[in-house]
């Protein structure tokens, strides 16, 4: 499973900005993918994610009503679209897949799989 992950930037508070994932077109339709970041100094955790049919998304409660996550079958490439950035969103961004569910849950588990990560830098 191969994610390559791209988008990020240094943005200001406010500003919004969209990240970007493209897969393989079997791991894009077999598996759940999501969004994870890793702020520094601090454990990697779950953003958002997507079911396979694209019918389900999940989100953080700290990212809820902002970011929104989609899908895009004739580009195997899932998006994070991010509004009214806060300096507290500032982390490596991480793409995901896991072929049983993404979560909060899915950070340690051998099933996940991971992009290369992306900085989102926000500045006050």
């Known amino acids: 499973v191969q994610l390559q992950a791209s988008g990020g930037g240094l943005v200001e508070a406010g500003d919004s900005l969209r990240l970007s994932c493209v897969a393989s077109?079997?791991?894009?339709?077999?598996?759940?993918m999501g969004w994870f970041l890793q702020a520094p100094g601090k454990e990697r955790e779950f953003v958002a994610a997507?079911?396979?049919?694209?019918?389900?998304?999940y989100y953080a409660d700290s990212v809820k009503g902002r970011f929104t996550i989609s899908k895009d079958n004739a580009k195997n490439t899932v998006y994070l679209q991010m509004n009214s950035l806060k300096p507290e969103d500032t982390a490596i961004y991480y793409c995901?897949?896991?072929?049983?569910?993404?979560?909060?849950?899915?950070?340690?588990?051998?099933?996940?799989?991971w992009g290369q990560g992306t900085l989102v830098t926000v500045s006050s």
């Open positions: 077109e079997r791991t894009f339709r077999s598996y759940f």
């Open positions: 995901a897949a896991n072929y049983y569910g993404l979560g909060p849950g899915s950070v340690g588990h051998e099933s996940t799989y």
């Open positions: 997507i079911s396979r049919s694209g019918s389900g998304t």
